[in-house]
Nanobody
């Protein structure tokens, strides 16, 4: 079994900052891309940012300059630093990772349980 466990969500005022963390545990042999998605009420889940195994990053346009994704390959963790938060950033944030459980396994996609971020205006 593989688990992705997120932490760091909460309530913050507009203009404030939060840092989300996600750790992969269990039967993890190798981790490829890691990402953060979010889903606001009544909206589809959308990509926030992703980071490849060699550290290349990409962001959704509305997050560029405000959010920063980073990972620690030794710990199988991925963080999302969110600055200058806006009310429209309110959503449930999900960690996502492509993981191989053994050297002979195919890559499989895994999701965390989600963490709520609420930005008050």
């Amino acid at each position: 079994q593989v688990q992705l466990v997120e932490s760091g969500g909460g309530l913050v005022q507009a203009g404030g900052s939060l840092r989300l963390s996600c750790a992969a545990s269990g039967s993890v042999f190798s981790v490829n891309n890691m990402a953060w998605y979010r889903q606001a009420p009544g909206r589809q889940r959308e990509l926030v940012a992703f980071v490849t195994s060699d550290g290349h990053t990409n962001y959704a346009d509305t997050m560029k300059g405000r959010f920063a994704i980073s990972r620690d390959n030794a710990k199988n963790t991925v963080d999302l630093q969110m600055n200058n938060l806006k009310a429209e950033d309110t959503a449930v944030y999900y960690c996502n990772a492509q993981i191989r459980r053994t050297a002979w396994s195919n890559w499989s996609e895994h999701w965390g349980q989600g963490t709520q971020v609420t930005v008050s205006s």
